[in-house]
C-alpha cells in the first residue's frame, strides 16, 4: 500500500466503523478542531461521527498519524466529536484492539460488540445523578391525620417520612399513580429533587448485611493463597457444594474492603437466581447485574455505575468482561467450564480466555472456579501458569453421594426407564423426598420413523431429524426452527404404523406420570421456561420440599442447589463416547458430574444412577469413581496422542453456502493460501476442508477447515496473512465464511 505523507501536518485519525471489513478508516479532524488555537488530539476511544458513504456512521478513534494511504485532498472531516473524553480507560480500549486482533474480527464490529448498546448508538451515558421524591418542610411537619381521607396519599408521605428520600424506580415498583404525585406537589408536601453523584460511593458505606461462614481448613487454605497484589491466576477446584461460593464472598469481601471492585462472571443469570441472592444478602454495598434482560439505559447506567467506580460489585454474563471499572481488583468467573463464556457467532471471544488476559494487563488477581474445570485451565496449572486451589469435601452435614452405574445393555427398559431405577425412585418417594431425573434432549422423541417403509422425519434444510413435540404438537428443527403437524399416516407409504423413536423429556414426563400418577412431575428445559415465571414457580415446589420429581435437560445442571433431591439418574450416559467432536467426551463428563452433584446436597446421604451401554468403558468408569480428575487424565491422553487442545492451538475457518461447491471450494482456496504462508512442518499441521458436524444446516451446506498449531505467535501470524489474502478472494463475497480461535463447538 502506498502511503502518502502529508504536507500540511494535518493530524489523520484512523477510525473504526461498525462494519464487516476488517480496517480502519481514515479522516481529518474536525473543522471545531482546526479552528481552534489549541492542539487537542482526539484520543482513542473517543466516539465521533463521521460521514460514510452517504450516511453518517459513530466512529471509534483508534488512532492517529501524518499519513494516509488515501490523497490528504480525498480525505473527509470527522464530523462532529461526541466525546469530550474517551469513556473508555486506554488500558481496557487497548484490550478491546487486542481481543479483535486475536479473534481475527473486524474491528470496527469488535469494538461496537464490547461497548453498551446505547453508546453504539451515539447516545450519552445515563446519568448517576438520581431524581428522588422528598418531602418539603411542610411536608415534614404536616401530621398524617390531616391526610387521613386520602389512604394513598397518606401511604406515600409515610412511607417518605421514614425513608426520606424515593427514587422514581422505587415509586414505580410501589406502582404509586402519578395523579397521587401530582396532588401532592400541587399542595406543596414533596418535591423531585436530584441526590448528587457522590452521595452514594460505595466506599463510604462498606459493611457486610450477613456474618461470613467460618471457613473450613480447605477453604481457608484456598483463600490464604490467593494473593490480593498483582497478577495471578487461580483455579479454584471443588465439587459442587464444596463452598467455592463462600471462598469467593470472602476473597471479594477482602477487595472491597480496600476501596477496590470486583467483577464476577456467571454463565447464565436468569437460571441461577440463587447466585445472585447470595451475593445481594451478604453485601450491604452497591451490586450492579449486567444480563441480556435489561434494557438499553439501564444495561447503560449499570456498565456506568462500574465505570465510575461506584458499584462495589459487578455481576454479569459473557460480554460483561468488557466492562470498564475504575478500581478493579479481582476477577472471578464461576464455573470456567461452561461453554456459555465463548460466543458462538459473529465475534468469537472467550470472556474466560479475555478475563485471564485482563488481570494480567491489569495486574490484579482472577479466580477461575468450578467443580468440572476446563482441561484447558487443569492443564494451566500443570504447566504452572495458573495455581490450583483444591476443596475435597463438602461442608459438615452432607457427604458425598453414593453411584450406582446400571448397564442397560441387558435390561429391559420401559420408556427409557431401567427397573433397577424404577425401584430406586421408588424408595426414595417412599421417604419423602425428591428426584432429578436428566436427559438432554427436549420434546417428546427425537425421530418419528415409519415401521414398514423406514420413512424417517427428517428436516429439509438440515442435516437433522425434526423432533416430536406433543405440547403444542407438531415436529420441530431445532437448528431453523422448521415446523410441521405431526404426520398421522407416513408421508412415503400412507401406511399407519408410525413409531416414536427414543425418549425426548416430554416423553419422560408422560411416563413418570403413568408409572407415579401421584407425585407431581416438574419438567424443566427451555420449553418449559420460556417465561421467567415458570422456572420461579418450579424453583418454588423444589424448595418448598414437597415430594416430586423433576425431569431436565442440562438447564438443572447449573449452579441450583436442591437440599431435598436424593436421588439423581442420568438416563443415558453415552451421548458423548462415540461423537466425532473431540471435546464430546469432556462436555459429557463435566454434565454429569454437575447433574450429580445435585444430589445429597442437604443432611441426607444422595445417591446418582447412571444408565449406560458402556459401564466398563474407562471414561465412564472414572467417573462412577467420582473422580473428575482421573477422568480428565484418562480422556487427556487421547487428545494429547492426536495433538488437540490444550496440546496445540486450534482456529476453524468456517465456510458455508447455498451452493455446496462454493464453500468446499472457498476452503480448498484457504488451504492453499495457508500452505503457500506456512508450509506443513513439524509444529503446524492442516486438517481438511471436511464437511462440518452438521454437514446442511438451514439449507446451506456446512465445511470446516481445521488448523493445529504447537506454536501460539505462528498460528496468529498465519491468520493474519490468510485474513488478508482470502478477504479478496472472489468466492469470500458469495459465501459466509469466518475464523474461529480457541473454538469450543466444532460442530
Ligand atoms: P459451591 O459454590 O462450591 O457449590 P457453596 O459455597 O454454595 O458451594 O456451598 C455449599 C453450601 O455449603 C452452601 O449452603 C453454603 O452456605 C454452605 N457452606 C459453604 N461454606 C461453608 C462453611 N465454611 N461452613 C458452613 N457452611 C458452608
Ligand atoms: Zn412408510
Ligand atoms: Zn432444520
Known amino acids: 500500500m502506498k502511503m502518502m505523507i502529508n504536507t500540511d501536518d494535518q493530524t489523520i485519525y484512523h477510525v473504526a466503523v461498525p462494519s464487516p471489513l476488517r480496517r480502519l478508516f481514515d479522516y481529518l479532524a474536525p473543522e471545531q478542531l482546526q479552528n481552534s488555537s ?59 484492539i487486542w481481543a479483535a486482533k486475536y479473534y481475527h474480527n473486524p474491528i470496527g464490529d469488535s469494538l461496537f460488540q464490547s461497548i453498551p448498546n446505547l453508546l453504539r448508538k451515539g447516545k450519552e451515558l445515563p446519568s448517576l445523578e438520581t431524581q428522588c421524591w422528598m418531602l418539603t418542610k411542610k411536608g415534614i411537619e404536616v401530621p398524617l391525620t390531616d391526610l387521613s381521607r386520602s389512604p394513598k396519599k397518606r401511604e406515600f408521605i409515610s412511607w417518605l417520612k421514614e425513608k426520606k428520600a424515593i427514587t422514581i424506580e422505587e415509586v414505580k415498583q410501589k406502582k404509586i399513580s402519578p395523579s397521587t404525585l401530582k396532588k401532592l406537589t400541587e399542595e406543596k408536601l414533596i418535591l423531585l429533587s436530584s441526590l448528587p453523584e457522590n452521595s452514594y460511593h460505595f ?4 459493611s457486610l448485611a450477613e456474618k461470613p461462614q467460618n471457613l473450613y481448613p480447605e477453604q481457608q487454605k484456598a483463600l490464604k493463597n490467593i494473593s490480593m497484589e498483582g497478577f495471578n491466576a487461580y483455579l479454584l477446584f471443588g465439587e459442587t457444594g464444596s463452598g467455592k461460593t463462600e471462598v469467593y464472598l470472602q476473597a471479594i469481601e477482602k477487595i472491597v474492603f480496600s476501596g477496590k471492585q470486583a467483577l464476577v462472571l456467571i454463565p447464565e443469570i436468569s437460571l441461577t437466581p440463587q447466585t445472585l441472592s447470595r451475593f445481594e ?20 447506567f449499570a456498565w456506568n455505575m462500574a465505570r465510575m467506580g461506584k458499584a462495589s460489585i459487578v455481576i454479569g454474563t459473557r460480554s460483561a468482561i468488557f466492562t470498564p471499572l475504575k478500581f478493579l481488583g479481582l476477577i472471578i468467573i464461576d464455573e470456567e467450564h461452561d461453554s456459555s463464556y465463548k460466543q458462538q457467532e459473529g465475534y468469537r471471544y472467550s470472556a474466560r480466555d479475555l478475563g485471564v488476559i485482563r488481570a494480567q494487563k491489569e495486574s490484579i488477581p482472577i479466580i477461575l472456579g468450578s467443580a468440572t474445570p476446563s482441561m484447558e485451565s487443569l492443564n494451566n496449572c500443570i504447566e504452572n501458569r495458573y495455581t490450583k486451589l483444591i476443596l475435597s469435601c463438602r461442608p459438615e452435614k452432607s457427604s458425598r453421594p453414593n453411584w450406582l452405574p446400571v448397564n442397560i445393555r441387558k435390561s429391559q427398559l420401559i420408556n427409557g426407564f431401567s427397573q433397577e431405577l424404577i425401584e430406586s425412585i421408588k424408595k426414595v418417594l417412599f421417604e419423602g423426598d425428591q428426584v432429578l431425573i436428566f436427559l438432554n434432549r427436549r420434546g417428546y422423541s427425537p425421530t418419528l420413523s415409519c415401521y414398514d417403509c423406514g420413512w424417517i422425519s ?37 401406511s399407519s404404523q408410525l413409531e416414536f423413536i427414543g425418549q425426548g423429556t416430554e416423553r419422560i414426563e408422560d411416563t413418570l406420570k403413568v408409572l407415579f400418577p401421584k407425585i407431581p412431575i416438574l419438567r424443566v428445559d427451555r420449553d418449559t421456561t420460556r417465561n421467567k415465571t415458570a422456572i420461579k414457580d418450579v424453583l418454588s415446589t423444589i424448595h418448598s420440599g414437597e415430594s416430586c420429581i423433576l425431569v431436565g435437560t442440562q438447564m438443572l445442571a447449573k449452579g441450583h ?25 469432556e462436555k459429557m463428563g463435566q454434565l454429569i458430574t454437575q447433574v450429580a452433584g445435585r444430589s445429597g446436597r442437604g443432611e441426607k446421604q444422595g445417591s446418582v444412577i447412571i444408565q449406560s451401554n458402556y459401564c466398563d468403558h474407562p471414561f465412564i468408569s472414572s467417573l462412577i469413581f467420582q473422580d473428575y480428575q482421573n477422568f480428565i487424565d484418562e480422556i487427556s491422553k487421547e487428545r494429547e496422542l492426536s495433538s488437540l487442545p490444550p496440546f496445540s492451538h486450534m482456529a476453524l475457518v468456517r465456510a458455508e453456502s447455498t451452493s455446496n461447491e462454493d464453500a468446499l471450494n472457498f476452503l480448498k482456496y484457504c488451504r492453499k493460501q495457508a500452505e503457500n504462508i506456512l508450509p506443513p512442518n513439524k509444529i503446524i499441521t492442516y486438517l481438511g476442508p471436511l464437511p462440518a458436524l452438521m454437514e446442511k444446516r438451514n439449507g446451506r451446506f456446512r465445511y470446516i477447515f481445521s488448523i493445529y498449531c504447537k506454536d501460539r505467535k505462528q498460528i496468529q501470524k498465519l491468520l493474519e496473512k490468510l485474513c488478508q489474502r482470502v478477504d479478496t478472494a472472489p468466492l469470500a463475497k458469495r459465501i459466509r465464511w469466518s475464523i474461529d480461535v480457541d473454538p469450543q463447538d466444532i460442530s
Not at 564 to 584: E, W
Open 38 to 96: 489549541c492542539n487537542k488530539i482526539l484520543q482513542p476511544g473517543t466516539r465521533v461521527l463521521v460521514p460514510f458513504g452517504k450516511r453518517v456512521l459513530v466512529g471509534i478513534i483508534v488512532g492517529n498519524s501524518k499519513t494516509s494511504s488515501i490523497p490528504i485532498s480525498r480525505l473527509k472531516f470527522i464530523k462532529s466529536i461526541i466525546d469530550t473524553e474517551p469513556l473508555i480507560p486506554r488500558h481496557l480500549f487497548d484490550l478491546y
Open 203 to 206: 466506599k463510604d458505606k462498606i
Open 281 to 300: 444478602n451478604r453485601f450491604d454495598t452497591p451490586i450492579v447485574v449486567l444480563h441480556s434482560k435489561l434494557t438499553d439505559k439501564e444495561r447503560a
Open 458 to 494: 427428517n428436516c429439509p434444510n438440515c442435516e437433522v431429524r425434526l423432533t416430536v413435540h406433543k405440547k403444542p404438537s407438531r415436529l420441530l428443527c431445532h437448528h431453523c426452527e422448521y415446523t410441521i403437524k405431526v404426520p398421522s399416516i407416513c408421508p412415503s407409504c400412507n
Open 561 to 585: 442447589h436442591f437440599p431435598n433431591v436424593t436421588l439423581v439418574a442420568i438416563l443415558d450416559a453415552d451421548g458423548g463416547l462415540f461423537s466425532p467432536d473431540f471435546r464430546a467426551p
